[in-house]
């Protein structure tokens, strides 16, 4: 699956996620779209540096700690895309637990049709 189908996946999962669960509100497609790039970017480059510095932390928790990671993570691009709110850590973590499964659930579907 390429770059660009994987942020479109996102770009739907995003704003399906931002349209059922309370606390999270994404002004347009062009918004969700954006919080896709962002999140890929932040991911690629913040996130595993998160990860290294917090080793002991995730250790201990069995790998639980991953979950508030990701949590930060969307903090953090709601920080700087306007038309993208996060109400909260939790709300955060939720998000992107959602995020996560609707895009596993939409890529193995254009997985198994590219197939056939």
């Known amino acids: ?9 996102s ?4 704003m399906v996620v931002g349209y059922i669960l309370p606390g999270v509100v994404v002004s347009s497609v062009y918004t969700a779209f954006v919080v896709a ?3 890929a970017l932040l991911n690629s480059i ?16 069995l790998g639980l700690f991953l979950l508030v990671i990701n949590g930060i993570i969307v903090l953090i691009a709601n920080h700087f895309i306007s038309g993208f709110s996060v109400s909260g850590l ?3 973590i939720i998000f992107s637990l959602l995020v996560s499964l609707i895009n596993g659930i939409l890529g193995i579907n254009s997985l198994n049709e590219r197939k056939s």
Do not use: G, Q
């Open 11 to 14: 770009t739907i999962s995003i």
């Open 46 to 61: 913040v996130k595993p540096i998160l990860i290294i510095l917090t080793l002991p932390v995730t250790i201990i928790t």
């Open 1 to 9: 699956m390429n770059l660009l189908t994987r942020i479109i996946i």
């Open 37 to 39: 790039v962002i999140l």
């Open 90 to 92: 939790f709300t955060a």
